[in-house]
């Protein structure tokens, strides 16, 4: 049984880069750390394996309302692409528009919302410090 299944309805996950390994039988000699860290920056294409953990759930619905109250721009655009396609990367180069666009419409925004809000921006602020760190958005159901 799906652990999602448990929800009458969609659900929306936000998970953060735990961290990420080298998917290999043998000890990196020391010589080739270099080639080792190059290949966690390149990714999958040599075995590299993202860790997340869930930072933050809400159901579909509620995703969707919290969207409604963002004005339109590049940054509501980038939060929409879950509706679209099922799925978003948020990753350093999209938290400074997101952390804007969130701060200025928090008002906005109902009391559980706001705690979305703080939970994403303390995770931009950690993307801030480890631009290799980003957050995968999924919809489940």
């Not at 940054?75 to 999209?94: C, N, P, Y």
Request: net charge negative; proline share 4%.
């Amino acid at each position: 049984m799906d652990r999602y299944s448990q929800y009458s309805q969609p659900v929306v996950l936000f998970y953060a880069l735990n961290q990420k390994f080298v998917d290999s039988d043998e000890d990196v000699p020391e010589q080739s750390q270099q080639v080792m860290y190059y290949s966690l920056a390149i990714g999958h294409h040599v075995g590299v394996i993202d860790c997340f953990k869930p930072i933050l759930q809400c159901t579909y619905e509620q995703y969707k309302q919290w969207l409604d109250k963002l004005p339109e721009s590049e940054s509501k655009r980038k939060l929409a692409g879950l509706i679209k396609f099922g799925e978003i990367m948020i990753d350093v180069t999209h938290i400074n528009g997101l952390a804007l666009i969130l701060s200025k419409n928090r008002p906005h925004f109902s009391d559980q919302e706001c705690e979305w809000t703080d939970i994403l921006m303390a995770n931009f602020a950690a993307i801030q410090k480890e631009p290799a760190m980003y957050l995968m958005v999924k919809r489940k159901g």
